[in-house]
């Protein structure tokens, strides 16, 4: 953590300025919704996805006003798409603190959503880059399916690892993915320079998505939501696929035919969670963050040794070791 606050405090004036352009754009005579982008506004998170942005950016020596206006489209961007996710999943919390779906309801959830989204647009096209307007055109259809995605492995019971890795790819990747591209394009490169960076981020925001899905087997306030959420919603992570896959068949059945009939109970539930670690699955998560980290070393040695390359390794360390 200690590194990642580091890297904060480095890119504390960009943060700052890109912050202000999000709080610019998002502000509004309708006092209906400036009351409930003001309180969502309150609680940023770590703004992992936007210091990419500017970190690729400064890895090529040209951070700059269209850098700032990047990070801001992919993070208004991103919360969009929170916002909608946590519409689609009836969730009551997000970074501990009420949805706005659960305060507001979701037709307002819904349209302060597409709020973002379109002041997302608008933040990109200032940028001036057509490169960047696709990216951020791309991304939003990318998180659309990568969520389509998610709903159809549900459905269909899909309980196998390269279903799994494809939505995640999808669903949360490509916004790190995006993150990186964009930072490059306003640093005025071309994407056949920044495409080792761009699998780079990619490989990190896969270890992200499963860190985060590891964090539903632990029962851990901090974490800002509910044990077993994923289980109750229907969604089936890497430490249960892996046990489901590698457990004798009898025990392997008996949690799938759970699965299948859906509506858990709590006890079900912890019943699944505990068949996942006692089966070895969060510690196969953990593994495969591990083996993704060291295979992906490689792509940063495209790039002379700096102190931003090294924060992306930071990075990768913190996103495998945080805590929430």
């Known amino acids: ?97 009420p949805t706005i779906n659960f305060t507001w309801g979701n037709h307002i959830a819904v349209l302060v959503g597409d709020f973002f989204v379109s002041n997302a647009l608008a933040a990109a096209i200032r940028t001036d880059r057509i490169s960047i307007i696709q990216a951020v055109s791309d991304l939003g259809k990318e998180l659309s399916l990568g969520e389509i995605d998610q709903i159809c492995n549900v459905r269909e019971n899909r309980f196998d690892e390269p279903s799994y890795i494809n939505m995640i790819r999808q669903k949360t990747a490509s916004l790190f993915r995006s993150c990186v591209r964009t930072g490059a394009a306003t640093a005025g490169v071309s994407e056949r320079e920044a495409a080792p960076l761009v699998e780079y981020a990619e490989v990190l925001g896969l270890c992200f998505q499963i860190k985060d899905d590891i964090f539903d087997y632990y029962n851990d306030p901090s974490i800002g939501k509910p044990t077993g959420n994923d289980l109750r919603e229907g969604k089936v992570t890497l430490p249960l696929i892996y046990a489901l896959n590698n457990a004798p068949e009898q025990e392997s059945e008996k949690m799938k035919e759970l699965l299948v009939r859906g509506n858990l109970t709590d006890e079900e539930i912890h019943q699944l969670i505990d068949f996942a670690i006692r089966q070895g699955g969060v510690d196969y998560a953990f593994e495969t963050m591990r083996r993704m980290q060291q295979e992906s070393e490689s792509l940063l040695q495209a790039y002379p040794d700096t102190e931003w390359k090294e924060c992306f390794r930071e990075i990768f360390d913190f996103i495998i070791s945080r805590k929430n």
């Open 1 to 97: 953590m200690e590194n990642f606050d580091n890297i904060v405090s480095r890119l504390r004036p960009e943060l700052d300025g890109m912050n202000g352009i999000i709080s610019a754009s998002l502000h509004t005579e309708n006092d209906m919704m400036q009351q409930v982008v003001s309180s969502y506004l309150r609680t940023k998170g770590k703004q992992i996805r936007p210091i990419m942005v500017i970190l690729a950016a400064k890895l090529f020596n040209g951070c700059n006003e269209h850098t700032l206006h990047a990070g801001a489209a992919l993070e208004m961007l991103h919360n969009a798409s929170l916002i909608h996710d946590d519409v689609v999943d009836e969730t009551p919390l997000r970074r501990g603190r």
